[in-house]
């Protein structure tokens, strides 16, 4: 491995694609140290402050799901003149976050990804969320135009603590048919280890339920995470769109 990287890739080389896919709910894998413990330390010291972020509030959900009320930091490689809260550019970056998205965008890391998650071409969008106490994000599954993420949590023991709430919550065994559930209306929940360098990454499929139950912790503390989003291509989307469309007009 490359002492200078962020990302431990023999993690990526010897993972498992077959237990990827044999989980009973949807595929998903849990990792442990895929960032270089040094690399962690210095991206949680660097996560960019909170002024910076817009806050999420009661916003309306599809199917009437409950709002995820939390603070939101879209990066953006380019931004327009005006408001610019709840955006950031690359070189409004640390340098560890710099060096992160740039390994992101690598061949090793989109390779790893495409083989995964059997997609090729996909485009990339990096979100970085901050809950407070109230917080959460109710069960769901992603947009269709979302293939998969990559959840990277930046909370240590050091700064919060497992009974206050945070983990991403995967959820099983829907006894209802509505689509806003609430998490007792699922046979099984099973929480995804978060604390002290862990990364969560799915595939977005028909049953990807998901979420995280209401935070419960004191004012001031935040749980942190980074999500890297793999979407259906612009151009290729909005082709099959255009087809439905005409499709739908044809009968």
Known sequence: MDKNSLINYEKLA????KM???????????????????SFQQ?????????????NENLTRKYNQRPHNRYYLSYKKSIEKGDNLGFIKHEELSKSWQQFINELESIKYQQFIKRLLGVSPFDLK???????????VSPHCDVEDKLGTHLFYFN????????????????GQKQISALNPDFSDFKTKTPVPFLDNYSFLFKNVPQSWH???????????HRRIFSVIFET?????KTIKNKLEWLLKSF
Do not use: M
């Not at 991206?43 to 806050?55: A, N, T």
């Open 126 to 136: 990096y979100v970085l969320h901050i809950g407070i106490n109230g917080s959460e």
């Open 211 to 221: 979420g995280v139950e209401r935070l419960n912790c004191p004012e001031g503390k």
């Open 14 to 17: 010897e993972f498992d694609k």
């Open 43 to 55: 991206l949680v010291s660097d996560f960019p402050s909170i002024e910076k972020f817009k806050k």
């Open 233 to 237: 291509p612009t151009s290729v989307s």
């Open 20 to 38: 990827f896919y044999e989980k009973e709910t949807f595929p998903f894998a849990s990792f442990y140290e895929l960032l270089t413990p040094t």
């Open 156 to 171: 240590t023991r050091q700064d919060w603590q497992e009974e206050w709430g945070g983990a991403t919550v995967i959820l």
